[in-house]
């Protein structure tokens, strides 16, 4: 089989792009559930229970501009979550990201 320019670069093009959605595949989220016990512009931390153990334990979170917030069905701002103590809260978060326990996503109910 002889080899053209255009079958390389097919090849390479191919190539490339199975590279790439790999690693969008290969992202590593966790999430967390829990219950909400203090909210800062920064920082989040939730109760929840622990797999192994079965007792709450204190969970904190990095918050961040590209934290993205739903509300029920609704895209809202971080502040315009109006997050409150005792809520319940799933909490997700990029295992591979260079901030430790960054949350990507955080979803709520709706109110």
Do not use: C, W
Not at 1 to 14: D, E, H, P, Q, Y
Not at 38 to 49: D, R, W
């Amino acid at each position: 089989m002889k080899l053209t320019k255009k079958s390389v670069l097919f090849l390479g093009i191919a190539l490339a792009a199975l590279v790439t959605t790999q690693s969008a595949v290969l992202a590593h989220d966790m999430l967390t559930e829990g219950t909400v016990l203090t909210v800062a512009p920064t920082k989040l931390e939730i109760t929840s229970p622990n797999k192994t153990t079965k007792k709450d334990e204190t969970v904190a979170f990095v918050i961040d501009k590209n934290t993205k917030v739903t509300r029920g069905d609704k895209v809202v701002s971080y502040a315009g979550a109006k997050i409150e103590k005792g809520e319940r809260i799933v909490v997700v978060v990029n295992t591979d990201a260079p901030t430790k326990m960054l949350a990507t996503q955080l979803r709520l109910q709706a109110k």
